[in-house]
């Protein structure tokens, strides 16, 4: 059976629906001794900011039932780094794989800054974040303020080159009402779920076991909350969503792409198997195989 | 090359009271360095991340772990035996180098559980140091490991222990205390310890290794959960932030802000 796994996202085509989730994977250097770069749709890099980030003080990541905690606060190099070093590395795949940075910043001229140093990059997309919950200034604020999300949007898509992915956080009343107001503003995707805000305590030493407190919860625990926000967002707007939210198998993925999504992203996944995004794709394929889908696309939104 | 394998229990026995001796069989140990760790799985994929532990020796297909049941990844741990299978991701992190102590005087501190990495490194410097001195830290009464040291041929051994039990009474450094000063240190153990002999080796000006602990998620360097402190901007991170994974988790005394 000849089998169709490519799908577009904002006029560009990737060779399977699955790429990493920002900040799971590093900057895809960590993983080439685990997993063929060239297998991959897209990588997507860890959060990339105007000048080098230290992030917060450690424990930064707590275990949780099925899932972790994590309140790395995008640490990154910047970008200068990230232009000199990075994004060369993930230029040898670039044949097969496409490059998807993600950005953030404190203040929307920060968001700029990044957007417009990455101008004249070879870089296929934009993943705007604009939801991580361990950032204090700002980042917080754009996520779940639907004014501020449309604003934000509205100005990176104004100085981008390239496509613009809007990046939402989970810890919203309504993410219907932020993927309209994101599509709105003229983004050119979505993608979803950032991470929950969560907290564990200690009980014998009463204290946190994250030194930031709260952290944001991702793994298989989160994936029925991120499935059923694809599905609210994919359906409120016609732009294209990438799933993502606890994905570890090909089954997860189809589940991602029934509820709507275009394109699914693996994360904490990794932690447990360093070769987790190959095992998708090939669950995926497995799965196509299983029930006469030839058409990967087929699957976008078909629950019904 | 680091991968994620199958490895084979070869036995397993506890040395002391809730501390387990694990020896695996896996392809992996042909690579393995004094100081280096693995990521060990529970069969229970609900835990999600692997667990850090010390490689306490090795041979060509062996390795030999000492842990503490210390939460239920360990714990389940505990229950595996013989011909049962583990998975494991390694080899993992930068070990003890060897060379400062090449004909030199070198002094091992050891507290708790951080006294396993030790043992691998005190017998390949047996052979390359001029001197080898290594002072445990227990608790108590409870020793394990202790027979092992004073089995390497060439190794002094000398016991601290904080109830005073056993040997010094106290902690490792009084123990170190009652020694001729040492070219070269290197050290596993608590924080507040490795504090400790980070002051005292640079009041004397030795250069000492600590070996650090850090919560892990990835093991390998990408997620950017397991950093340290360090003195300068570090050349990877561009901040003063080093990952203990991936740069540690032995690192220079002088390097780290503990
Ligand atoms: C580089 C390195 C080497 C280590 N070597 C050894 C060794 O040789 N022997 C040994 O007994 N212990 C060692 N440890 C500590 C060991 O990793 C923890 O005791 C173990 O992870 C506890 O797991 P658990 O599920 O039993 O405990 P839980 O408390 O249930 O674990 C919950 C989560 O916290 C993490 N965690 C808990 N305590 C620690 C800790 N002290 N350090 C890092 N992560 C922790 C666990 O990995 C897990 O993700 C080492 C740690 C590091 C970082
Ligand atoms: C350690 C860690 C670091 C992350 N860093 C980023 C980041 O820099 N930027 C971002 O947009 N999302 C970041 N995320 C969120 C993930 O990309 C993803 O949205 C989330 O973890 C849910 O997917 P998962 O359950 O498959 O991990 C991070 C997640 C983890 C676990
Ligand atoms: S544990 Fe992920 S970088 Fe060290």
Redesign the interface.
Known sequence: MSMQTTVTIAGVTLQNPVMTAS????SGM??A??VDLHRLGAVVT?GVADR????NP??????T????L?A?GL?N??ID?FLSRDLPFLQQYADTTRIIVNVCGHSIEEYLTVVERLSDAAVDLLEINVSCPNVREGGIAFGTDAGALHEITREVKRHAKQPIIMKLSPNVTSIAEMARAAEDAGADALSLINTITGMQIDIYRRTWTLANRTGGLS??AIKPVAVRMVYEAAHAVQIPVIGMGGI?CGEDAVEFLLAGATAVAVG?A??????ASLQVIEGIEQYMQDQGVTDVRTLIGAAC | ????VTATVRSQRMLAEGIMELVLETELAAEAHAGQFIGL?TAD??????RPISICAHTDRTLRLVYRIAGGGTAQFALYGPGMVMEV?GILGNGYPLAPAAGKRALLMGGGIGIPPLYQLACDLSTTAAEVTVILGYRDAQLFLAEDFRGIGGVRVEIATQDGSVGVPGTVLDAAGEEPSPDVIYACGPTPMLRAIQGWAAEREIPAWLSLE???????????????QTAEEDP??????ARVCTEGPVFAASEVVL
């Not at chain 1, 990794?270 to 070769?275: L, S």
């Open positions: 900040g799971t994977f590093g960590e993983y001794d685990f860890k080098p980030w230290a992030g450690t424990p930064r990541i707590a275990e039932t099925a899932g972790m994590n790395i640490q190099p910047g780094v793994g298989p570890a904490a990794h932690f447990h198997e360093p070769r | 090359m680091k991968q994620k799985y994929a609900s835990r999600l991340l692997p991701l850090e919560r892990m998620a990835c093991g390998i360097g990408a997620c950017l959960g397991c950093v340290c990877h991170s561009h901040v003063r932030n």
